[in-house]
């Protein structure tokens, strides 16, 4: 059970946007920043976004993301083939001192 | 250019002691701001963080696994090692390093391939 909940699934066909949530509580997404990881099958982790809403140099600005509250968004705009991976947030939780935590993780399918 | 890579045994019988090395170059872990942490994934799973140590050689854990892990590095070999006491079945996954740099938060921004470690008898 992670402490991070993200929905198992999603899928849209290409060129569409699709969302992607996070929920958290005030131990962590609430008093942090969020950072999103893009798993492709078989691969290690890629960052997407960090501190809420920054893109690393290199990653198009298809992916956005954003923060309200204690929950997170990663939205990805003109999907393709491509983006079928794995999505992870991240962010630190207060509760556990000072230590990283994950959702459980999102299937993205363009279908 | 940033690059990690992580290292040791593919196979490991329960109880024994799990020992690997993420040896990584183009920074210095002695930068202020700077970290290396541990990431590991069960097949088919999620993600789950279990350690990272800091420029200033601070140290955090996953609580559920406190008792069991060790970071340490060694800033003149550019490597960090993470050992895991006692392993069982339920510790076979994918192990990562990944340099974590500082932003408003702490962000995982490269990472290693990754290192298969199975847990069986």
């Known amino acids: 059970q992670s402490v991070l909940t993200q929905p198992p699934s999603v899928s849209a066909a290409p060129g569409q946007k699709v969302t992607i949530s996070c929920s958290g509580s005030?131990?962590?997404?609430?008093?942090?920043?969020v950072s999103w990881y893009q798993q492709l099958p078989g691969t290690a982790p890629k960052l997407l976004i960090y501190?809420?809403?920054k893109r690393p140099s290199g990653i198009p600005d298809r992916f956005s993301g954003s923060k309200s509250g204690t929950s997170a968004t990663l939205g990805i705009t003109g999907l393709q083939t491509g983006d079928e991976a794995d999505y992870y947030c991240?962010?630190?939780?207060?509760?556990?001192?000072?230590?990283?935590?994950f959702g459980g993780g999102t299937k993205l399918t363009v279908l | 250019q940033i690059t990690l890579k992580e290292s040791g045994p593919t196979l490991v019988k329960p109880t024994q002691t799990l020992t690997l090395t993420c040896t990584f170059s183009?920074?210095?872990?002695?930068?202020?701001?700077?970290?290396v942490g541990w990431v590991r994934q069960p097949p088919r799973k999620a993600l789950e963080w279990l350690a990272l140590?800091?420029?200033?050689?601070?140290?955090r854990y996953r609580p559920s696994l406190k008792s069991r892990l060790t970071i340490t590095k060694d800033t003149s070999k550019n490597q960090v090692v993470l050992t895991m006491t006692n392993v069982d079945p339920v510790d076979t996954g994918t192990y990562y390093c990944?340099?974590?740099?500082?932003?408003?938060?702490?962000?995982?921004?490269?990472w290693g391939q990754g290192t298969l470690v199975t847990v069986s008898s």
């Open positions: 990944a340099h974590a740099r500082r932003g408003y938060n702490y962000y995982f921004d490269y």
């Open positions: 183009g920074f210095l872990l002695s930068t202020n701001g700077v970290g």
């Open positions: 140590i800091y420029w200033d050689d601070d140290k």
């Open positions: 005030s131990s962590n997404i609430g008093n942090n920043y």
């Open positions: 501190d809420n809403n």
């Open positions: 991240g962010t630190w939780d207060s509760s556990l001192s000072g230590g990283q935590v």
